[in-house]
T-cell receptor
Framework: AQKITQTQPGMFVQEKEAVTLDCTYD???????LFWYKQPSSGEMIFLIY??????QNATEGRYSLNFQKARKSANLVISASQLGDSAMYFC??????????????FGKGITLSVRP | KAGVTQTPRYLIKTRGQQVTLSCSPI?????VSWYQQTPGQGLQFLFE???????NKGNFPGRFSGRQFSNSRSEMNVSTLELGDSALYLC??????????FGPGTRLTVT
């Protein structure tokens, strides 16, 4: 079974609007971390936001927030006030095991986001 | 603070040759991980090094190997290159238990 599932093939959003990128995950480990990365056409992976499995509150970083629904095993990324520079591929990733035990990330297949002016 | 650097950025090799890629982590980061990214398989974990020891390894053949030096710099080596090894190879570094920061990648083309 896939550990990280990103099923949206491509997303379009109007500049200044909000957009939600979906991610579901599968793990039997009670300790895990969820990450979102952005990859522009240049290729470099840019860290956006992190959510730990024991975190009580949803993570937020500027215009990015993570809608963490543990029972549903979903970790959707919400981008508010989209900008043209947000056009990129977005990856959801998971690290299993307690923090510090390892750094291995399992990635989803990614979602392409295009922001229209 | 300088980010993760990878050299070379682009590489063209012939089948059967071997290649070494280099990664310099962010200062103070002792964990270095390598990933392979291809259009077909997506992003796949190769291995992780921490304090010069391989801590985790992905599902890749033995032709893929790596090492980490005492200054945390890391190299990965691919021997007997195959066409399917053409990919973007990404290196990432992190503090213990923290998010990984990626380098710009090395784009390897095998002909």
């Amino acid at each position: 079974a896939q550990k990280i599932t990103q099923t949206q093939p491509g997303m379009f959003v109007q500049e200044k609007e909000a957009v939600t990128l979906d991610c579901t995950y599968d793990t039997s480990d009670p300790s895990y971390g969820l990450f979102w990365y952005k990859q522009p056409s240049s290729g470099e992976m840019i860290f956006l936001i992190y959510q730990g499995s024991y975190d009580q509150q949803n993570a937020t970083e500027g215009r990015y927030s993570l809608n963490f629904q543990k029972a549903r095993k979903s970790a959707n990324l919400v981008i508010s006030a989209s900008q043209l520079g947000d056009s990129a591929m977005y990856f959801c990733a998971m690290r299993e095991g307690r923090k510090g035990a390892n750094s291995k990330l399992t990635f989803g297949k990614g979602i392409t986001l295009s922001v229209r002016p | 603070k300088a980010g993760v650097t990878q050299t070379p950025r682009y590489l063209i090799k012939t089948r059967g040759q071997q290649v070494t890629l280099s990664c310099s982590p962010i200062s103070g980061h002792r964990s270095v991980s390598w990933y392979q990214q291809t259009p077909g398989q997506g992003l796949q974990f190769l291995f992780e090094y921490f304090s010069e020891t391989q801590r985790n390894k992905g599902n890749f053949p033995g032709r893929f190997s790596g090492r980490q030096f005492s200054n945390s710099r890391s190299e990965m080596n691919v021997s007997t290159l195959e066409l399917g090894d053409s990919a973007l190879y990404l290196c990432a570094s992190s503090l213990v238990g923290r998010e990984q920061y990626f380098g710009p990648g090395t784009r390897l083309t095998v002909t």
